[in-house]
């Protein structure tokens, strides 16, 4: 009951209901703002002057962020967006101009080369730049137990966070972050915390810590979405080492608060950021034994079609 409460607790202080309270509360904000222009702006049916109350928010948004804060990423895409939205909404008969006073304050403070808004793709460059086997390449990836002692290319680890952010998010948020260690005696006393790698946890060329931050959480309806968001940033960052030809494997951080504590205590991990999963990793040996981890037959994981009944 203890651990529920300091669930609650936690989540109730970190997360923003009505007041955007810190930096990461405001993020989040914009990043919900900006998605809604954005995901109006790709619709087929698009219109103009729709969402022109968000993008005067958003618009107010900025300001705030930029005066308390910084002129950061977080601004450039929201700001790119807004000139898209300008654009669109150019021939129409709406007053944009507090949206524009906006844009051309902080625009030229803007210098990452990021973009936002739409764009228009092919489903030809979709199919291309995505076909692949993805069953086999699924198939091909195993809980990893056994590693070779060899250092873990410090590219690889940012090419599998790089897939792990490419994972769809709530609104775009993107509340994850992937805390990486590579060096043995940190591994170890990471690992020492984590009843799960019993007979490989030495072995390992790396440690992740995958958190999904609280403070981008709004309502109380969303007070799980943390572990949504961050079981498919994990599963991503997952398939990232795979395509990297290194091994990985889950651990899990099922834990209750004193030993969570513990943790945050080790590695200064702020209360908001909630831990959803480690995951260990390294060098592949040539040759290794896999439990074979047989899957249950298709059908008792697809219901495909199922008669539905009445609403009423
Ligand atoms: C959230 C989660 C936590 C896990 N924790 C551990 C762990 O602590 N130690 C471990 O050796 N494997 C762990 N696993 C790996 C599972 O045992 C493994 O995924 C499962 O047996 C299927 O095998 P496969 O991944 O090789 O397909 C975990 C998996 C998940 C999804």
Redesign the pocket.
């Known amino acids: 009951m203890s651990n529920t409460l300091r669930d609650a607790r936690r989540f109730w202080r970190a997360s923003f209901t009505g007041a955007a309270k810190s930096r990461e509360n405001l993020r989040a904000r914009i990043a919900i703002g900006l998605h809604f222009l954005e995901y109006g702006l790709a619709l087929e049916g698009a219109r103009p002057g729709h969402g022109l109350e968000k993008a005067l928010q958003l618009a107010a948004d900025i300001d705030t962020y930029v005066d308390n804060f910084a002129c950061d990423a977080t601004v450039e895409i929201a700001l790119r967006t807004l000139q898209n939205y300008l654009a669109f909404n150019a021939a129409a008969d709406l007053d944009l101009g507090e949206i524009s006073t906006v844009v051309t304050r902080h625009i030229g403070k803007v210098t990452g080369g990021l973009s936002g808004g739409v764009e228009t793709v092919t489903a030809d460059q979709i199919r291309h730049d995505g076909m692949m086997d993805f069953l086999k390449f699924a198939e091909a990836?195993?809980?990893i137990?056994t590693y070779k002692q060899e250092p873990v290319p410090k590219g690889a680890i940012e090419r599998a966070v790089r897939c792990a952010q490419q994972s769809p998010s709530s609104c775009n948020r993107q509340t994850c972050r992937a805390r990486v260690w590579t060096d043995p005696a940190d591994i170890a006393k990471i690992a020492a915390l984590?009843?799960?790698?019993r007979g490989f946890g030495d072995q390992l060329g790396g440690i992740a810590i995958i958190t999904s931050d609280l403070a981008h959480w709004e309502h109380a309806h969303e007070r799980y979405q943390a572990w949504v968001d961050g079981g498919m940033f994990a599963m991503s960052f997952a398939y990232g080492l795979h395509a990297e030809g290194l091994g990985a494997?889950?651990?899990?951080w099922s834990v209750t608060h004193d030993q969570d504590d513990r943790l945050r205590h080790l590695t200064g991990l702020p209360e908001s950021e909630l831990v959803i999963?480690m995951v260990g990793f390294g060098v592949l040996p040539d040759q290794l034994r896999?439990?074979v981890?047989q899957r249950k037959p298709v059908d008792y994981a697809l219901t495909l079609d199922a008669p539905l009944h009445s609403s009423e």
């Open positions: 990836r195993h809980s137990r984590q009843n799960g790698n494997v889950m651990l899990n999963t896999v439990p981890s």
